[in-house]
Antibody, heavy 121, light 113 residues
């Protein structure tokens, strides 16, 4: 059974850099069938896709965040990571990592439990 | 970007009754090359991550009860729960995967009347 687990600091100050890691258990991040993505959800609000990465390093970014975001993959650790710089209170959200289909079916079929990141001075 | 708009924002339905949620995309998510609608539905229960219910607008994910069905094409889509159960209380989201960025609807909160 595939499992994804997010990890990283839960509290940041404005202007700092958010760094999160997702570890994949029960499957290989090097599968040619999947991308690996980050989605966030501000408290009480909807879902926003942030970015996705293929094991080879191919990336897709949401243009609304692209200038501040970097997604990377470490196949040796079966992990992928998210960095979001210059955070503000608007970046307070639950951050989910998820598996995404790589061919035409680009849905998110496995999700981590999510990690709450709060930006506050 | 393709904007996804759901209606209603919230919905209260009696147990055993039908629940219908609508999703409209700002441009067609139907690809002529394969005649498929690049539209998915997710269910999110309180305190949990979303789970994939339906993809290709009408194909149920493995393990999803058959009371859940999806329909529609082009820009207008519907998620129907034929007979509402207590465990169906959740927020439901549509999402397109036609092209990046992959956007979600704002969500529809489904409650028991």
């Amino acid at each position: 059974q595939l499992q994804l687990q997010e990890s990283g600091p839960g509290l940041l100050k404005p202007s700092e850099t958010l760094s999160l890691t997702c570890t994949v258990f029960g499957g290989s991040i090097s599968s040619t069938s999947y991308y690996w993505g980050w989605i966030r959800q501000p408290p009480g609000k909807g879902l926003e896709w942030i970015a996705s990465i293929y094991y080879s390093g191919i990336t897709y970014y949401n243009p609304s965040l692209k200038s501040r975001v970097n997604i990377s993959v470490d196949t040796s650790k079966n992990q992928f990571s998210l960095k979001l710089n210059s955070v503000t209170a608007a970046d307070t959200a639950v951050y989910y990592c998820a598996r995404q289909g790589a061919i035409s079916l680009r849905t998110f079929d496995y999700w981590g439990q999510g990690t709450l990141v709060t930006v506050s001075s | 970007d393709i904007v996804m708009t759901q209606s209603p924002d919230s919905l209260a339905v009696s147990l055993g009754e039908r629940a219908t949620i609508n999703c409209k995309s700002s441009q067609s998510v139907l690809k002529s090359s394969n005649n498929k609608n690049y539209l998915a539905w997710y269910q999110q229960k309180p305190g949990q991550p979303p789970t994939l219910l339906i993809y290709w607008a009408s194909t149920r994910e493995s393990g999803v009860p058959d009371r859940f069905s999806g329909s529609g094409s082009g820009t207008d889509f519907t998620l129907t729960i034929s007979s509402l159960q207590a465990e169906d209380v959740a927020v439901y989201y549509c999402q397109h995967y036609y092209s990046s960025p992959y956007t979600f609807g704002q969500g529809t909160k489904l409650e028991i009347k």
